[in-house]
């Protein structure tokens, strides 16, 4: 599965942007979808991830409330809605694919970048005071 991520841009706090992240490839096995986030200087972090159903969803915390994950797989696309950003939403935000259509059910290993064996390019979101 080979996944892009698209979307980013610069905005002021407040604002809101829509991320997708398209996957080709071996797509017709069903592949469960993870966003992540890299801010300078800190490490990779979970944001939200979708079963291939779109039946299961997590956020984060830190963004649930203002983030939203969903999916078409008709067009092979996820995506992550953000609403409301702030200027510690700035970050690099990948995209990441698991080989199982299924989330697991251990917040440990959901949330784990090492556990998604795809992974995008990343796209930057940068949000102004």
């Known amino acids: 599965v080979q996944l892009q991520a698209s979307g980013g841009g610069l905005v002021q706090a407040g604002a809101s942007l829509r991320l997708s992240c398209a996957a080709s490839g071996r797509t017709s096995s069903g592949y469960a979808v993870g966003w992540f986030r890299q801010a300078p200087g800190k490490e990779r972090e979970f944001v939200a991830a979708?079963?291939?159903?779109?039946?299961?969803?997590y956020i984060d915390s830190s963004v649930k409330g203002r983030f939203t994950i969903s999916r078409d797989n008709a067009k092979n696309t996820v995506y992550l809605e953000m609403n409301s950003l702030q200027p510690d939403d700035t970050a690099v935000y990948y995209c990441?694919?698991?080989?199982?259509?299924?989330?697991?059910?251990?917040?440990?290993?959901?949330?784990?970048?090492?556990?998604?064996?795809?992974w995008g390019q990343g796209t930057q979101v940068t949000v102004s005071s």
């Open positions: 979708i079963s291939w159903s779109g039946g299961t969803v």
């Open positions: 990441a694919a698991n080989s199982s259509p299924l989330l697991s059910p251990s917040k440990r290993n959901r949330e784990s970048p090492t556990r998604y064996e795809y």
